[in-house]
């Protein structure tokens, strides 16, 4: 995706809910630490020397701080939007994710909050107005994730007022559903529009991608094509991206000493067993309790692995803050029994990885889970079996390689387990190959847009 003959003048201007740091004060000054999570993984080591990332830093600043806070961040190319903490959260939680994230992800009965939707479009006219400041003409603009919808249009009248050129494109990081579940939400044409201010819009897949055009078509009149779509005198560009992993970074830890140290402890540990690892953020989304329910069904069906096979499932916290979060951690500590550690050092993610025969991913949608490739990465040596839900984003480029499951049939997963764990050598060793060939070619990162220099 990335021209790698752009000029390194061009500045290139993110933007995303959250910036890739996290903002704490220790010893009376505010410090900057490296954060995680899909979005900075998938953007971090951009190939770009000339950069500003500009996001909310997570806490609410006072005015008298933010000069301090600036300073700090201005070492990361960084720079702060800033919000108070009730606008922040209803624009986090009370829209975002209690309402936008599950339309997103197919989920029905989501009640619109019009207070929460106020301080979405206010968080959004932020963001416009903050970067309209920053941005210099000749700036490409890049706007990232479903917390931001409106931005691009909002964004474009303000360059134009200013007489600025500035390149927008902008890249969903989550599924975009059918009609039906899009009509749902009151706003949808209003987000719709908001979106279509960019000059370049990327999905994960063709089918969300077709999806999209189908609402603009239906919802809002626009003018469509295979992968156009022209409203209010505008045209934008549709584009699928595969995002990748840098495969080396796995590569080189599986040489660490300590690494290896623990792998040898834990193949001590398991010696003789089955291993399956499950790595989930908390979320509804990604069908625990029908992997659990699959298992269960498995060791109903195949009594005699009863002791021969042991799932480790990883479980990462994730939006603690809102209701249906804490209804599922309930049920799947009630149906896992125990959740192996809050947090999970990535030493320790990848000699699990390593040492596992089989990574079940059971996700009801998911934007694309890179969790596939980085077990993929890890296994050069046991060619384990991925056991893919086929509603990934990851399945639309993975099923080669995968044994295709739909997380709600359990049977269908107790199937595919049981594939997977009698599989021959030989199959294990190309279906193998086929997923290391298409991870170590898609490397690395989302990187940006080629087809907007050229605006």
């Known amino acids: 995706m990335a021209d790698d003959k752009r000029s390194s003048k061009q500045r290139v201007i993110i ?10 004060k220790f010893d009376g000054k505010y410090r900057a630490t490296p954060s995680s999570g899909g979005l900075v993984t998938a953007l971090r080591g951009l190939s770009v020397a000339n950069y500003l990332w500009l996001g909310w830093p997570g806490i609410e600043i006072g005015e008298t701080e933010r000069e301090e806070v600036d300073a700090t961040l201005a070492k990361e190319n960084t720079a702060a939007v800033y919000l108070s903490d009730k606008v922040a959260q209803n624009h986090y939680n009370g829209f975002s994710n209690e309402i936008l994230w599950p339309i997103l992800h197919y989920q029905s009965g989501v009640h619109m909050n019009f207070e929460a939707w106020t301080a979405y479009r206010q968080v959004n006219e932020v963001f416009a107005d903050r970067i309209g ?6 700036d490409l603009i890049w706007v990232h994730d479903y917390h931001l919808l409106l931005l691009p249009s909002m964004l474009r009248e303000r360059l134009k007022s200013q007489k600025k050129c500035c390149p927008i494109g ?38 969300y991608m077709k999806n999209f055009i189908g609402a603009c078509k239906i919802l809002i009149g626009a003018d469509v094509m295979e992968q156009s779509v022209q409203y209010d005198n505008h045209t934008v560009q549709l584009h699928k991206y595969f995002v990748g992993i840098d495969p080396q970074k796995f590569t080189e830890a599986l040489k660490d000493q300590a690494v290896i140290s623990r792998v040898q402890e834990l193949e001590s540990l398991y010696k003789g067993k089955t291993i399956i690892i499950g790595v989930d953020r908390l979320d509804y989304t990604k069908g625990l309790p029908e992997k659990f329910n699959g298992f269960q069904v498995f060791l109903d069906e195949h009594p005699e692995w009863a002791e021969e096979v042991v799932l480790i499932q990883i479980v990462i916290p994730s939006r603690e803050d809102v209701a249906r979060y804490k209804d599922l951690k309930e049920e799947v500590s009630r149906l896992a029994g125990q959740i192996i550690g809050k947090y999970v050092s990535f030493e320790e993610l990848i000699a699990l990885y390593s040492i596992s025969d089989v990574c079940l991913i059971s996700s009801h949608r ?9 077990y993929v990465a890890c296994q050069e040596k046991r060619h384990g079996v991925l056991v893919l839900s086929e509603f990934t984003g990851a399945a639309t480029f993975m099923k080669g390689g ?25 199959e294990r060793k190309t279906n193998y190959e086929e997923l290391r060939d298409l991870v170590n070619t898609h490397t690395r990162y989302i990187t940006i847009p080629s087809g907007i220099m050229r605006k």
């Open 15 to 24: 933007a995303s809910n959250r910036i890739p740091l996290s903002i704490d």
């Open 170 to 207: 902008f890249f969903l990081h989550t599924p975009f559903p059918v009609d039906d579940f899009w009509r749902g939400l009151p706003v949808q044409r209003d987000l719709l529009r908001g979106i279509l201010g960019s000059d370049i819009i990327g999905f994960h897949t063709d089918e």
């Open 402 to 426: 995968s044994l295709l499951i739909n997380p709600s049939d359990a049977r269908t997963i107790s199937d595919m387990l049981h594939k997977a764990f009698t599989m021959g050598s030989e």
């Open 133 to 138: 400041e920053e941005a210099k003409d000749g």
């Open 366 to 374: 998911d934007g694309l889970n890179l969790v596939a490739s980085e």
